[in-house]
């Protein structure tokens, strides 16, 4: 969120530095540097080297942590390989999607309440929706590839918490709270 804040203040480096804080902590924090090159190229029409440079200090945070985990365990994807504990594979995101709708039964497995994080999907891709509807281009295409980073994971265990930490979702419920009815 203070990536985003700083980069609407045209604060360029410190949106950098803030982006590369993000990516170092979460795999995750890696895509706003899409979302702020898009912001940045939709702000000021064009291809401006002097707010895109500072940007490239996002993927820094990551390769970062990469390089520590390199030297504690000999594996720099080491976060992204672990995931086979958990049952998870690379997969086209929509197959995760496929694969809940073929059993929609299926309410719970162990440490996965299927259904409750079907329902988080939908909500975000809702939200990322209203988002599109309202013009807001980059706060949908945050919403949206924050939500296809977990789902492309062949599994939809843990989508619920990953979906939480997508800050444009509660713009849309602050949006639509503010009307009384859906308040109430």
């Not at 410190?14 to 940045?40: D, K, N, Q």
């Not at 996965?112 to 013009?135: D, E, Q, S």
């Not at 980059?138 to 062949?154: C, D, E, K, M």
């Amino acid at each position: 969120v203070s990536s985003f804040l700083a980069a609407r203040r045209e604060q360029w480096l410190l949106t950098g530095i803030l982006g590369a804080l993000a990516s170092a902590t979460r795999s995750g924090g890696v895509l706003l540097f899409p979302a702020l090159v898009l912001y940045s190229i939709l702000r000021y029409r064009s291809w401006r080297p002097k707010e895109m440079l500072p940007l490239l200090l996002i993927p820094v945070g990551l390769v970062a942590f990469m390089i520590l985990l390199w030297m504690f365990t000999g594996n720099p994807f080491a976060f992204k390989d672990v995931q086979v504990a958990w049952g998870r594979r690379t997969a086209f995101f929509i197959s995760t999607l496929w694969e809940y709708l073929l059993n929609p039964r299926e309410v719970a497995a162990p440490w996965n309440p299927i259904a409750l994080n079907f329902a988080a999907v939908i909500g975000t891709l809702g939200c990322a929706l209203f988002l599109l509807k309202r013009r807001e281009w980059v706060l949908s295409f945050y919403t949206f590839i924050a939500l296809v980073l977990p789902i492309s994971t062949s599994s939809l265990q843990s989508v619920t918490r990953y979906s939480a930490v997508i800050f444009p979702i509660f713009i849309v419920l602050g949006i639509l709270g503010s009307r009384p009815k859906v308040d109430h």
